[in-house]
């Protein structure tokens, strides 16, 4: 196995064009460290990243694999022996490349930090999705940031069998669930404060809709897939879940803000915006789980 690293950079289509996101990290090549190579992944044709002059390789994820079913195929065309993973949400770091060869040392799993910028929806933004990931301390975690973390391919190799593949799972929760996988075999996960990315932020309507699809769904995936994982007895309950999960996730958000108001850099009516805010993200986080609960039983009858 050739000394390096496979980047893999996930095609999300977002509001970041996927082209700015590559040329990010293929503007390293010049002075990095260590050799790497970029493997862009995505569902269809990637357009203007594939043919000659284009500077990376590309893979079609697998449909109904889920993001597991991705870590499988990263594990079997990666040429290196480091693996690290983005996505088109993020802008990498100038110094990426350089600070994964700097800090990963002889540590198996390092899970980077996120920045989103200055403006009020972006400050939001970073304390509602990614709290735990804006901490500036080196530390051992319990999740994972599934738009910047690296591993060695041997670990990743290690846990494969322990990752589920029915039913697909999103990044989101996947990340998660690895994570406590790695806990059960003793591989520390490690923030990273030094391996940044720049994530772009969601409008409130695109707040709304990722607390609706994605993050109530993932709530009760990750509880049936993981029954240590906190409140997953109620998970068996389905009307009540959406209940006490959106209010426990929503107290804990509120409290947390008016709590670091001023850390955040938050203003008075900034803060009620975000109280607001959060009140309806978590009416959606609820509908979304109850909708997802609908899917399950009709899928039985």
């Known amino acids: ?109 390092l899970s980077g930090a996120v920045d989103h910028g200055e403006r009020f929806v972006e400050r939001f933004s970073g304390v509602t999705t990614h709290g735990e990931f804006l901490s500036p301390e080196r530390k051992r975690i319990a999740n994972l940031f599934d738009g910047n973390f690296v591993i060695r391919k041997e670990a990743l190799k290690v846990v494969l069998p322990d990752l589920p593949v029915r039913p697909p799972v999103s990044d989101g929760a996947g990340a998660l669930l690895l994570a406590r996988v790695f806990e059960r075999r003793g591989i520390p996960v490690c923030h990273e404060p030094g391996l940044r990315v720049f994530h772009e932020s969601e409008s409130f309507l695109q707040s709304l809709r990722m607390w609706f699809r994605v993050y109530g769904p993932n709530t009760l995936i990750t509880r049936y897939l993981d029954r240590s994982l906190p409140g997953a007895r109620f998970a068996d309950f389905p009307r009540a879940a959406p209940v006490v999960f959106a209010s426990g996730r929503g107290i804990s958000l509120m409290s947390k803000l008016l709590r670091n108001r001023r850390a955040y850099g938050m203003k008075p009516h900034e803060a009620a915006i975000s109280l607001a805010w959060i009140s309806a993200a978590m009416v959606s986080y609820g509908l979304g789980m109850v909708s997802y609960g609908q899917k399950i039983t009709k899928g039985c009858e």
């Open 1 to 109: 196995m050739d000394s390096g690293i496979s980047v893999f950079l996930t095609d999300k289509k977002g509001t970041i064009p996927l082209e700015s996101s590559l040329s990010a990290i293929l503007v390293q090549k010049q002075g990095a460290p260590v050799p790497f190579e970029v493997i862009v992944a995505g569902h269809g044709r990637l357009g203007s990243v594939e043919g000659p002059g284009a500077g990376c390789r590309t893979v079609l994820l697998e449909e109904g694999k889920g993001w597991f079913g991705f870590l499988r195929q990263a594990a079997e065309v990666s040429r290196f022996d480091v693996l690290a993973f983005t996505d088109s949400h993020c802008i990498v770091g100038r110094d990426w490349i350089s600070r994964i060869h700097e800090h990963l040392g002889k540590r198996q799993v």
